[in-house]
């Protein structure tokens, strides 16, 4: 049988053969992995890649499979969803239970409302109040540090609302964002004008030597949508973050105002913004309010309603395609190159995805 040599060195409990990753992305989109495999150490992780890396099979990091779109053929060799997460706070360590996406990301919607006393801002009109959330901004840099350290596959709604809590902040500009911490660094998430970069201290790496690597912040090389890993391809098993002792109950209202705003603007059956938003220098240039690709798709290009099979744009947010039923990958994807062509022919913008394409298409 093909895989087996690695198969037979993988914990038999987590192993799934020819799973179908619809049921494990946020898009419910995707053909079968060879083999979906789900560790929950930090040892366990670095056993499977070792061990694949000597048997030459490809190797696929998943996370919580928000922010990519899967082939309808799936994808080839080991596809991990890497389920370590401890944290770390001081000397003491927590695991996360295993609980279920939609609850964790829900979570904010249900929590601590009788502690809610701030006021809040979201009278702002037109686009501005649908795609930016600048008025949630503010500054804790004078606040004290303190270290935290998160395995990559700690959920990030669950380290947002675990944390939050405890009064240590930095992570609640990212409320409602779908991932894991691996795949939070991976990508550098952005929440309004933060990104998560700019509250980490280290990370943590097996590379491709199958050595332990540790990189400062400052060699990250981070950016909009992008950090070294993007190039290095190496694993990420754990990040130090510098988060501060701050204001609690400001901190808990701005996570769960980012929550309430996204889940009235962003739908939940699809996988994030699709384009990377414009320059401000391209919006100022144009005039637009704002920098949101969304806004450049409802209302200069005009394609409110349009689909292809069940692959719809979101009239909640025209920077989302959702899935309305049985989209295939295919019809997704015909989606994104008819916006590509409308604002190349029509506007001359090159838009750039902000997802990622994974495994095989027809």
């Known amino acids: 049988m093909k895989y087996q040599k690695l198969i037979s060195k993988l914990n038999p409990k987590f192993i799934k053969l020819n799973e179908p990753l619809s049921k494990h992305t946020t898009l419910r989109i ?21 061990h694949a890396r000597k048997e030459n099979v490809p190797i696929t990091m998943l996370g919580w499979g928000s922010n990519v779109l899967v082939g309808d053929l799936g994808i080839r060799g080991l596809v991990i969803r890497n389920q370590a997460k401890k944290i770390t706070i001081g000397q003491k360590e927590i695991v996360e239970k295993s609980e279920n996406n939609e609850n964790l990301i829900n979570q904010w919607e249900k ?59 930095g992570l609640q500009w990212y409320g409602r964002i779908p991932g894991t911490i691996g795949g939070a660094i991976f990508n550098n998430i952005h929440g309004g004008t933060h ?68 889940a ?28 949101s690709v969304g806004y450049v798709v409802e209302h200069v290009l005009n394609m409110k309603g349009f689909h292809i099979g069940d692959a719809w ?26 916006i590509k062509k409308r604002a190349l022919e029509k506007l001359g913008l090159n838009l750039k995805l902000e997802i990622f394409l994974l495994g095989e298409f027809k």
């Open 264 to 291: 009235l603007h962003q739908p939940s059956n699809s996988i994030g913004c699709v384009f990377q938003n414009i320059s401000v220098k391209e919006k100022e240039k144009r005039g637009w309010p704002t920098v």
């Open 313 to 338: 744009i979101s009239e909640k947010h025209h920077n989302f395609i959702e899935n309305k039923g049985k989209a295939t990958a295919q019809e997704y994807l015909a989606v994104i190159e008819e």
């Open 30 to 50: 995707g053909g079968p992995a060879d083999i979906f495999y789900e560790p929950r150490t930090n040892e366990e992780l670095i056993d499977a890649i070792i």
């Open 111 to 169: 929590s601590y409302k009788s502690e809610i006393r701030w006021n809040s801002a979201t009278e702002k009109e037109g686009a501005r109040k649908m795609y930016e959330f600048q008025d949630l901004d503010y500054d804790e840099n004078d606040r004290p540090i303190v270290k935290v350290v998160m395995e990559s596959g700690v959920d990030l709604p669950f380290a947002i609302n675990h944390l939050v809590y405890q009064g240590l902040t």
């Open 195 to 262: 990104f998560i970069h700019e509250i980490i201290d280290e990370v943590k790496v097996l590379d491709s030597k199958n050595q332990i690597k540790i990189y400062k912040q400052n060699e990250l090389k981070a950016k909009y949508d992008y950090s070294i890993f993007h190039d290095t391809k190496e694993i990420i098993l754990d990040a130090t973050f510098n988060l501060r002792k701050g204001d609690k109950k400001r901190a808990i209202y701005v996570a769960q105002e980012w929550t309430k705003r996204k």
